[in-house]
């Protein structure tokens, strides 16, 4: 469909449209035939003689990049869904469009592949009449679902408003109700048009561009109007303040507020930033601040986005979304703005967390400063791909939301000539706790300094709220408290969290009195994260846990006080809280949504029952079963086979995370002890009073 | 007043290169590793070292708590004054102002002056300086995130000590150990008529810290 937009503009020649996927331009999206990055491009339309610039940004579909999804949706007002008239409304178009909605970006509706109705199905006008508005109807639903009351009425989409269009990207042809009357083409003429071979002459008739440009530039909103009510949901500083009020307004001649949703590297230009400019002029030479690395940066170019291609413009106004070059600092999520103390935009919310990890190594070590680059610029990209160093083994660990994310991320890597050796894919767990423990006491290194600490599980809301990024360590102590108190907190502790860890810890701060504490505040803050980061039972992450400092007592000397001395300390009363409160290992559980011909019913039962999975819902829709259900994400790495194989490829599945839940208790010990083993630990985890300390 | 490790032998090598006539070696042991005031690991070979440099040692075992460490150094110094008619105190204090204002209050108390050669060096130049003077260093316990078992026993050389200010400086610890990160034991220096050798020694670990029990050495020529 991208291409079909670009035709129009006269990038690329007409006929090649279809074919040329210009905006799938890597190499991998090309031979997978789908979107994996997220690619940008801005489109000069006139409509009615009057010129309009339309930003667009063309999204991955496949579920192990739902990420990338996420992030483009900040930076648009309205959105152009795409559904598959054969295929339907699918679990997907559901978790994009509830995206799109809870950013407030208007939705319009592209119903794609009528063909296949035609050629394959060889329904009569009748017929595909009757699937168009069954999808129309799927589709509203999920907006009277997913918006918020007051956008619900006026955001539902109709042919006859002329927010629905249909036709086949790969023929190009499309239209909506109004072109549909005024170029007096109807569903028979279609249909006829295929019979006969004609589709040549409904191209020409209604070229595809036509219908979907005539569609954004009628329905969707201009930034300044979209600004006005997209600004307070997605943005949470104060709307009378001078950036406030130059947001709403997205006026030119306010601070440059822009909030950055992709970065790329190049291997020319280095670091591109490319986000939304809600406010002020953005130009070549500026010198900006990154709220959230706290730091500053000096804007070589500006450029917009064709394609591929980047075009330098020396200066962008508000509303646009222009790619910076030489912010080597900013990660997709920054917020970039004139002035300092901005608000930073909320961190955006990712739908997915890593759960599959692969150990990687250069096949000659001395590739490997090669390697590490490679994944460095792999994870700068890509937000949702996570590499880590074992610290005990050594090895290159890189996660990522499935099986395919890796794939490709590894195939990523051998595109740049680099031979590698991989792993068979592990599961990532989560370490917890199922009852409070403590308080216990630990010695720094050196003996002149002690803390007391306790654990207690974590209420799942406050879990939510952080693993979300709705809590988290960039807020100021006032929100954290207010927000704290509306979930019942006492106002004692929620006036004092000290850190949060973002797998879903806090660390909070009971002591009353102790002198020097404000001086070790941030070595205890690191001793907290790094117990979170290496869990004691296999070095996992912890969630779930809420950890208390209710005494210590400190050397009244600095130099016997150090990080060196505080990290080892708190961590080690930690880890004996840990152990001592009944320790469990979470595992991500996923969810199964399949799409099968009603035959293969029982055998994707079968499937999931034994791979210690379940059935939560079957439903027969038109010509196949809808199955839904759970899977521990450890059980499914041969599933692709087994499922295929069982089905005769007949079933059509994929594979979202769905939740952490706690591994059965038969099967922890065993677990614990192979999870050590492949992090060359020793097979049995510590006890509690390996960290105990007498007095 | 001397521990046996780095610190309190190089002071003592300043003293004696600066005209300082060193009449006694003053060495308090502590009960156990809580000790806030005085060094522990090792400290029980300073008699030796003392013969190895032909100084009087004036030895006591102490308390762990500050207040008993105190009142045994007030005695211990008061008999030294007596004994050998001490009127300069030296001490191989570096960065901490604790050990140094105790120290200093003590004396001031019985009318001793202090020397305290070592005060605000940085530690990597300390480390170096020691080295480029042939002394011969073992790490005999250590106490800081960073520093692992593979460090007890250990003599320092050209790569320890590279090695050493790298994890202090990632870890952010005192290279010179003075903040308690790690406890040295003086084998061999300029000052020494004779070596000390390490026999027979093992390693006693402790989650995150730990020391070097030694349980046989003995002064070799040199």
Same mark, same amino acid.
Request: proline share 5%.
């Given at each position: 469909m991208s291409d079909s937009l670009l035709a129009a503009c006269g990038l690329l020649s007409p006929s090649m449209a279809g074919q040329a996927l210009a905006l799938d331009y890597m190499e991998e999206e090309q031979k997978r035939q789908m979107t994996i990055k997220a690619a940008n491009i801005s489109l000069y339309y006139e409509y009615e003689n009057k010129p309009y610039v339309i930003n667009l940004i063309d999204t991955p579909g496949h579920i192990d990049f739902t990420g990338k999804v996420t992030r483009s949706l900040r930076a648009i007002d309205g959105a152009i869904v795409v559904v598959d008239a054969v295929e339907g409304v699918m679990t997907q178009t559901e978790t994009v469009t509830r995206q799109a909605l809870e950013e407030r970006v208007r939705p319009v509706l592209y119903i794609n592949k009528i063909d296949r109705l035609i050629n394959e199905l060889k329904l009569s006008p009748q017929g595909v009449q009757e699937v168009i508005v069954r999808i129309i109807k799927d589709f509203n639903r999920l907006i009277e679902m997913y918006a918020e009351p007051e956008y619900r009425k006026a955001w539902k989409v109709s042919f006859s408003n002329n927010n629905v269009a249909l036709g086949s990207a790969k023929h190009r042809w499309g239209f909506t109700l109004r072109v549909a009357q005024e170029k007096g083409i109807k569903f028979s003429d279609v249909v006829a048009a295929y019979k006969e071979g004609n589709v040549e002459e409904l191209r020409k008739t209604v070229p595809l561009h036509e219908a979907i440009l005539d569609m954004v530039v009628e329905h969707l909103p201009s930034p300044p109007i979209a600004q006005k009510y997209r600004i307070p949901k997605i943005w949470h500083g104060d709307l009378s303040s001078e950036v406030g009020k130059a947001m709403l307004e997205c006026d030119d001649d306010g601070p440059v507020v822009m909030c950055i949703s992709n970065v790329t590297v190049d291997p020319q230009a280095g670091v591109v930033a490319t986000g939304r400019l809600f406010s002020g002029v953005i130009n070549a030479g500026d010198t900006v601040h990154l709220i959230g690395a706290r730091a500053t940066g000096r804007v070589q170019q500006v450029c917009i986005y064709m394609g591929p291609y980047r075009e330098i413009v020396g200066s962008?106004?508000?509303?646009? =979304? /222009?790619?910076?070059?030489?912010?080597?600092?900013?990660?997709?999520?920054?917020?970039?703005?004139?002035?300092? *103390?901005?608000?930073?935009?909320?961190?955006?919310?990712?739908?997915?967390? /890593?759960?599959?990890?692969?150990?990687?190594? /250069?096949?000659?070590?001395? *590739?490997?400063?090669?390697?590490?680059?490679?994944?460095?610029?792999?994870?700068?990209? *890509? /937000?949702?791909?996570?590499?880590? =160093? *074992?610290?005990?083994?050594?090895?290159?660990?890189?996660?990522?939301?499935?099986?395919?994310?890796?794939?490709?991320?590894?195939?990523?890597?051998?595109?740049?000539?680099?031979? =590698?050796?991989?792993s068979p894919p592990t599961v990532i767990y989560r370490e917890s706790i199922r009852k409070p423990a403590g308080p216990f006491m630990a010695k720094s290194p050196n003996r002149h300094n002690r803390v007391y600490i306790s654990v207690e599980p974590l209420d799942p809301q406050i879990v939510e709220l952080i693993t979300s990024g709705k809590l988290n360590d960039t807020m100021d102590r006032r929100s954290i408290a207010k927000l704290l108190r509306s979930y019942g907190w006492p106002a004692e502790e929620a006036r004092n969290v000290y850190g949060i860890d973002p797998h879903g810890c806090i660390f909070v701060d009971r002591s009353k009195g102790v002198q020097y504490l404000n001086e070790v505040r941030d070595y205890m803050v690191s001793g907290f994260i790094s117990a979170m980061d290496d869990g004691p039972l296999t070095r996992e992450y912890v969630r779930g846990v809420k950890v208390n400092l209710e005494n210590a007592e400190l050397h009244s000397d600095p130099a016997h006080r150090g990080p060196a001395q505080i990290i080892p300390m708190v961590r080690r009363a930690i880890y004996a809280g840990l152990l001592s409160a009944d320790p469990i290992l979470l595992e991500p559980i996923m969810k199964l949504v399949a799409r099968a011909p009603a035959e293969m019913v029982g055998v994707l039962t079968k499937i999931l029952t034994s791979r210690r999975g379940r059935v939560l819902s079957i439903e027969q829709r038109e010509y196949v079963v809808h199955v839904e259900g759970e899977i521990p994400a450890a059980e499914t790495f041969d599933l692709a086979d087994v499922i295929r194989s069982s089905t005769s490829g007949k079933a059509f599945w994929s594979l979202p995370f769905s939740r952490w839940a706690p591994v059965p208790s038969s099967l922890m010990p065993k677990l614990i002890r192979e999870i050590r083993q492949r992090k060359g630990l020793s097979p049995e985890p510590p006890r509690p009073e390996d960290f105990m300390d007498r007095e | 007043m001397f521990s046996g490790g780095k610190d309190s032998l190089f002071a003592l090598w300043t003293a004696m290169h600066q005209g300082y006539d060193v009449s006694c070696l003053i060495t308090l042991i502590p009960k156990s590793l809580e000790s806030w005031l005085f060094h522990y690991p090792a400290v029980r070979f300073a008699v030796l070292q003392a013969e190895a440099m032909g100084i009087p040692i004036l030895i006591r075992r102490t308390g762990d708590s500050a207040t008993r460490g105190l009142r045994d150094l007030r005695s211990m110094l008061k008999k030294a004054v007596e004994r050998f008619d001490v009127d300069v105190v030296v001490s191989g204090v570096l960065a901490s102002d604790y050990q140094r204002t105790l120290v200093d209050l003590v004396c001031e108390e019985l009318k001793l002056r202090t020397f305290t050669p070592?005060? %605000? $060096?940085? !530690?990597?130049?300390?480390?170096?300086?020691?080295?480029?003077?042939?002394?011969?260093?073992?790490?005999?316990?250590?106490?800081?995130? !960073?520093?692992?078992? $593979?460090?007890? !026993?250990?003599?320092?050389?050209?790569?320890?000590?590279?090695?050493?200010?790298?994890?202090?400086? +990632? #870890?952010?610890?005192?290279?010179?150990?003075?903040?308690?990160?790690?406890?040295?034991?003086?084998?061999?220096?300029?000052?020494?008529?004779? +070596?000390?050798?390490?026999? $027979?020694?093992?390693?006693?670990?402790?989650?995150?810290? %730990? #020391?070097?029990?030694?349980?046989?050495? #003995?002064?070799?020529?040199?």
């Open positions: 962008l106004p508000a509303g646009n =979304i /222009p790619a910076l070059l030489g912010l080597d600092k900013a990660r997709a999520g920054e917020t970039i703005a004139s002035i300092p *103390d901005v608000v930073p935009f909320e961190a955006v919310r990712y739908v997915t967390e /890593p759960v599959v990890t692969i150990a990687i190594e /250069p096949k000659y070590s001395r *590739d490997l400063p090669k390697l590490v680059d490679v994944l460095n610029k792999l994870t700068i990209e *890509d /937000p949702n791909l996570v590499a880590r =160093i *074992d610290q005990e083994s050594g090895e290159y660990l890189l996660s990522g939301i499935g099986q395919v994310h890796l794939e490709i991320a590894l195939t990523l890597i051998q595109k740049t000539g680099l031979e =590698i050796i991989t | 070592l005060w %605000g $060096k940085r !530690g990597e130049l300390l480390l170096a300086e020691v080295m480029s003077l042939g002394f011969s260093v073992m790490i005999v316990g250590v106490a800081a995130e !960073g520093l692992t078992k $593979k460090w007890l !026993g250990r003599v320092l050389n050209d790569e320890a000590i590279e090695e050493l200010n790298s994890l202090a400086s +990632r #870890y952010r610890f005192n290279p010179a150990g003075e903040g308690g990160e790690y406890e040295t034991l003086v084998l061999d220096a300029p000052i020494f008529k004779k +070596r000390l050798v390490v026999e $027979k020694a093992r390693p006693v670990w402790m989650g995150d810290s %730990g #020391y070097l029990e030694i349980e046989e050495a #003995y002064l070799a020529t040199k």
